[in-house]
């Protein structure tokens, strides 16, 4: 079974950076899209950012300038640097890959656990 396994959450003060890892396991033929996703307390699931197999990426407006998105294909591996992170950053923050199991599989959408990111003074 594949697996995504996170990492690099903490308590940051505001202006101060963190880097979030999730690594893929199990069984992987390919990765599709890979991306971020995080959900503040009282708020809805929102998509943070995505990144192509080739490397295209995309942000949500509030993170723009200060969030990238960035893969590592030989490790199937996807990573989040955050800088200048404000109060309203925090929220548990959760990856989200497409992965084909087999070259004869559809891609098929796996979470991570999630990491606390909390961002306060």
């Known amino acids: 079974q594949v697996r995504l396994t996170e990492s690099g959450g903490g308590y940051v003060q505001p202006g101060e950076s963190l880097r979030l890892s999730c690594a893929a396991s199990g069984r992987i033929f390919s990765i599709n899209a890979m991306g971020w996703y995080r959900q503040a307390p009282g708020k809805q699931r929102e998509l943070v950012a995505t990144?192509?197999?080739?490397?295209?990426?995309n942000y949500v407006d509030s993170v723009k300038g200060r969030f990238t998105i960035s893969r590592d294909n030989a490790k199937n591996t996807v990573y989040l640097q955050m800088n200048s992170l404000k109060s309203e950053d925090t929220a548990v923050y959760y990856c989200n890959a497409q992965i084909r199991a087999s070259i004869s599989s559809s891609g098929v959408d796996y979470w991570g656990q999630g990491t606390q990111v909390t961002v306060s003074s």
């Open positions: 990144i192509s197999s080739r490397g295209t990426t």
